[in-house]
């Protein structure tokens, strides 16, 4: 059980409503042992005395609130590690440059933290109270004008939008909502790990195809688009039991831009087998080299079966505003709406408002040179070229992704530095990269990360980074691989 935290009550029969603290308190030194008492004790009396006292002091506090029946749900078996968690405290411990976790730190554009303040001090005083649970009026209205362009259909905003906390809450009303036990759900590897995680807790089953890497061999670069789908592996996939695919393009960890034809072979198959698709397109405006992110709602068959998942936070840079939403056909987002309502009832009225005005300036400035969509993936193909050339210089082969904010490199040359554990339960990526944030000060992801537990043991030789980061940031990793390197051929 948790022990209880501080003032937190505790029924004890004849003195109900006792706090438990004092008791804690006693316990962790009685009135008749003095701090100089512990110190003088030796180690080991020392030990004994509080292990004697704290047990006493524990069991007086919790015999009547031990329970012996399990207190976890079953939905969550399997599921309460999380890799970040460890991860983001080790950046924040150790790096001195944080290419790991995924968020920018370049300031948000002007027209936002503008119309954020705007909000804040010259809007309504309403804005600062509840708004429609489903998505801030004047939001899903601009999202459903912006989509019907996207899209190329007509979109009511009451009932073909709807506002999340983040897409990540989105991610999580279109797995409680679509998937029941037993159903089975596709997901391409390697893939942004809550999707395993929400498919097991909404009592479904994650069955996993693996993009397959092709270098060229002209022993030039890999680029994402030369990982690619098997199409008769995929197929071998659909069952009777399959009900859903989730599709990440652009992709996460790989920056992976899928082409008109990959798209294809999955909305054939999703068609023939009658199953839905979760489209997490979160990187939509993120792509490079004059490439088209193209939308798998807009394909012959798919509009029906689709909900598109998106994020201001990526949009806009704004991670930390966590605001998100879906779009798709009413008869899909009508049980989106249903979990929603019965788990959070909506985010910030006011950063609502904000990111509404935003979608406002870039409806009218749409294609247009000024426009964020276009200037923001303009800014960051230059810091992955920057980053790309970087790495390779060192001996990190990277993988030129086609759009995201992600990199991934090939640590292989960088092994004998690190060297491999036999049997170790640990994957060597994992070993790798925290190696490197404490003894280099640089913090990157391992790609295992975003594998299944099956697959994991053959993607171990490559990292993530960011690269949505300031010049400043990323020339500090490069001096940090530079120096790395010298030291490598001077050992
Ligand atoms: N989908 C993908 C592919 C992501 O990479 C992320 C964030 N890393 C999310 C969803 C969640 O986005 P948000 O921060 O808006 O919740």
């Known amino acids: ?108 554009p002007d027209f936002l933290t503008e ?79 809550c999707y395993e995680s929400m498919v097991k807790m909404a009592g479904g089953t994650p069955v996993f195809v693996p993009l397959r890497p092709n270098p060229p061999k002209d022993g030039k670069l890999m680029s994402s688009a030369d990982w690619q789908l098997d199409p008769a592996e995929l197929a071998s996939k659909f069952s009777e039991r399959t009900k859903a695919i989730v599709l990440n393009s652009p992709s996460n960890p790989l920056g992976k831009v899928f082409s008109r034809g990959e798209l294809g072979v999955i909305a054939e198959l999703c068609v023939k087998h009658d199953v839905l698709c979760i489209s997490d397109e979160v990187y939509e405006w993120l792509v490079y080299d004059g490439k088209q992110h193209i939308r798998i709602g807009s394909l012959q068959g798919m509009w029906d079966r689709t909900v598109v998942v998106g994020s201001a936070g990526k949009t806009f840079s704004v991670t930390g505003w966590k605001v998100g939403w879906v779009v798709g056909p009413d008869r899909l987002i009508q049980h989106l709406r249903t979990v929603h ?80 554990v036999p049997n170790s339960d640990e994957p060597y990526d994992y070993r790798f990269t925290k190696w490197m944030v404490k003894n280099k000060g640089l913090a990157a992801i391992p790609l295992s990360a975003f594998y299944s537990e099956a697959h994991k043991n053959n993607y171990t030789n490559f990292i993530r980074f960011c690269f949505a980061k300031e010049d400043a940031t990323l020339k500090a990793a490069n001096d940090i691989l530079q120096k790395w390197k010298q030291e490598k051929i001077s050992s």
């Open 341 to 420: 309502q019965n788990s959070v009832y909506h985010c910030a009225t006011i950063a609502q408002e904000a990111v509404a005005q935003g979608f406002q300036r870039e409806l009218m400035l749409y294609g247009k040179p000024e426009s964020y969509f276009v200037q923001l993936p303009k800014e960051l193909q230059q810091k992955r070229d920057w980053l790309v050339q970087s790495l390779d210089d060192v001996g990190m082969k990277p993988i030129i992704p086609e759009g995201t904010y992600f990199l991934v490199a090939d640590i292989s040359q960088f092994k004998s530095d690190v060297p491999d």
């Open 115 to 193: 119309a954020l303040t705007r909000a804040l001090s010259g809007g309504s005083h309403m804005l600062h109270q509840y708004t429609r649970g489903f998505g801030h009026p004047p939001l899903v209205k601009v999202l459903a004008q912006f989509f019907e362009k996207l899209l190329g259909r007509d979109l009511d905003p009451m009932t073909n939008v709807m506002v999340t906390v983040g897409a990540y809450h989105a991610l999580f009303c279109c797995f409680q909502a679509l998937v029941d036990e037993g159903d089975e759900v596709i997901i391409i590897e390697p893939f942004f790990d």
């Open 1 to 108: 059980m948790k022990p209880l935290g501080p003032g937190r009550r505790e029924d004890v029969p004849g003195q109900p409503g006792r706090l438990c603290q004092p008791l804690q308190r006693k316990a962790a030194r009685p009135s008749s042992m003095s701090r100089g008492m512990l110190r003088r004790a030796g180690p080991s009396l020392r030990h004994f005395l509080l292990e004697r006292n704290s047990s006493a002091g524990h069991s007086s506090c919790s015999r009547e609130a031990k329970m012996s029946r399990p207190v976890q749900a079953r939905r969550l078996e399997g599921i309460d590690k999380n890799f970040w968690v460890e991860f983001v405290k080790l950046a924040a411990t150790y790096s001195k440059v944080n290419l790991g976790q995924g968020f920018p730190d370049f300031p948000a």
